[in-house]
């Protein structure tokens, strides 16, 4: 595609008019036809409805890099064996396969309202954007989304997900370091979900102008899949979350300890008086983070000569002071 092409593409994406109407099932009268498939499972004792949809060209979305499955599905051995028999591992892959385990079941999509009761809807508006709809009564409050610097109710704004490596913390900042397209919903004293599975770039209006709706754009030519998840305990949700995309193993118990950290160590000498004080104050300290003067001209995998003459050896001293090196 050419470079003016590419630029009118992507542009054509974000200034398409925002808060048309959007009609569930109706998409190829509203916007550019796709194809798209509803069904639903019961995950952790929740009732789950996984919508996929793709553009024209395609036969299913993309594969996921977010579920749990199975190695041979997501192209890794689970063992750190990727096929050279002289080569040693390099690490070792966590992979349950819960996610593939799942027995999903057809649904017709007018069905999806009983189980997530927010008039979802959505449409494919411009080859390169999907958008979507949902119903957001007065009393709904809205969390999750990753990392903000909002308040925990989400409700009220627009979110970005897209990371960001933007120093300047301030309230008014929307994409930050993390981004998860989960939201929680609380209504009526129960707890709903949301999980669009796709990497590519979300913005997800939490009824900003107060309309009792929410949107989300998301920008790809490829496909999703979006998981609603019916009304549960909040424990239930994050534990049908978890069967799809997988579990954190449990963290080495120095690292639930106090980890010192700051924007940043400048030379060695910082480092060891910082370690001597924890000790000399008889304040416990398992970890100290380095953050990033350690490095040689900013670039990972190194470490400066000059700030950091002999690194090995500071890890070394450090951790028989009882002290992990980040």
């Known amino acids: ?19 048309a109407e959007l009609m569930l099932g109706e998409s190829a009268s509203h916007g550019l036809p796709f194809g798209c498939e509803f069904h639903k499972a019961e995950i952790a004792g929740v009732e789950v409805v996984r919508v996929s949809a793709w553009a024209n060209g395609f036969t299913a979305p993309p594969a996921s890099f977010a579920l749990d499955l199975e190695s ?13 028999a002289d080569a040693e591992p390099a690490y070792t892959l966590f992979a349950s396969g819960e996610a593939s385990r799942i027995e999903w079941g057809d649904l017709v999509e007018t069905q999806a309202e009983g189980i997530f009761p927010f008039n979802f809807r959505f449409q494919r508006s411009v080859e390169s954007r999907f958008d979507f709809a949902f119903d957001l009564p007065d009393d709904a ?22 990371n960001s490596d933007n120093p300047h913390h301030l309230p008014s900042m929307d994409a930050m370091y993390k981004s998860l397209p989960l939201l929680f919903i609380w209504h009526q004293g129960q707890w709903l979900a949301m999980f669009l599975d796709s990497p590519a770039c979300q913005k997800w209006d939490l009824d900003h102008d107060m309309v009792g709706e929410g949107k989300i754009s998301l920008l790809t030519r490829r496909g999703w899949q979006m998981y609603l998840f019916g009304a549960s305990s909040l424990k239930d949700l994050v534990a049908a979350y978890t069967t799809l995309t997988g579990r954190s193993k449990l963290p080495p118990l120095w690292a639930l300890g106090h980890q010192q950290s700051r924007w940043s160590y400048p030379d060695e000498a910082s480092v060891r008086s910082i370690a001597k004080e924890f000790r000399d104050r008889a304040i416990p300290c398992d970890t ?3 953050d990033i003067d350690y490095m040689d001209d900013y670039r990972v995998f190194t470490t400066s000569d000059q700030r950091f003459p ?6 070394s001293d450090l951790y028989e002071d009882g002290f992990k090196v980040i």
């Open 1 to 19: 595609m050419a470079k003016e092409q590419t630029e009118d593409y992507w542009l054509g994406a974000r200034k398409l008019p925002q808060g």
């Open 72 to 84: 041979e599905e997501d192209g890794n051995t689970g063992d750190g064996d990727f096929g050279d």
């Open 141 to 162: 409050r809205c969390y999750g989304l990753g990392e903000r610097l909002s308040g925990l109710n989400r409700r009220g704004a627009v979110h970005t997900l897209i």
């Open 288 to 290: 100290i983070v380095l």
């Open 310 to 315: 002999d690194f090995k050896k500071l890890v």
